[in-house]
């Protein structure tokens, strides 16, 4: 599954963005997938994670529930993040990850087997 990612910008504290995350092959045939994202020193962090299947069940990091919102198009196999009310704390480079397996919560770095190159964000004050 080859993941590309858009929609990286650099904004003002309190402004929005819209990540997308295309998928060359079809995601709807993963589990899950999700969003997660690394600031310069510190280590990948989960972000946001849906189940492709079932209820669409999702899952989000404390740092960002209520201001981020994750969501997929399945006709286009797109994931989509919301992201609201963005704080210089929310820079970092995103990615978007597919196929969990397993390995540990749906935020949990290691547990999905294909990732995107990354797409940046940069909120400043």
């Known amino acids: 599954v080859q993941l590309v990612e858009s929609g990286g910008d650099s904004v003002q504290a309190g402004g929005s963005l819209r990540l997308s995350c295309a998928a060359a092959?079809?995601?709807?045939?993963?589990?899950?997938v999700g969003w997660f994202r690394q600031a310069p020193g510190k280590e990948r962090e989960g972000v946001a994670a849906?189940?492709?299947?079932?209820?669409?069940?999702?899952s989000y990091a404390a740092s960002v529930k209520g201001r981020f919102t994750i969501s997929k198009d399945n006709a286009k196999s797109i994931l989509y993040l919301q992201m609201n009310s963005l704080t210089p704390e929310d820079t970092a480079m995103y990615y978007c990850?597919?196929?969990?397996?397993?390995?540990?919560?749906?935020?949990?770095?290691?547990?999905?087997?294909?990732w995107g190159q990354g797409t940046q964000v940069t909120v400043s004050s």
């Open positions: 849906i189940d492709s299947d079932g209820d669409g069940k999702t």
């Open positions: 092959d079809d995601t709807n045939s993963s589990n899950c």
């Open positions: 990850a597919a196929a969990y397996n397993g390995k540990g919560s749906r935020l949990a770095d290691g547990a999905y087997e294909y």
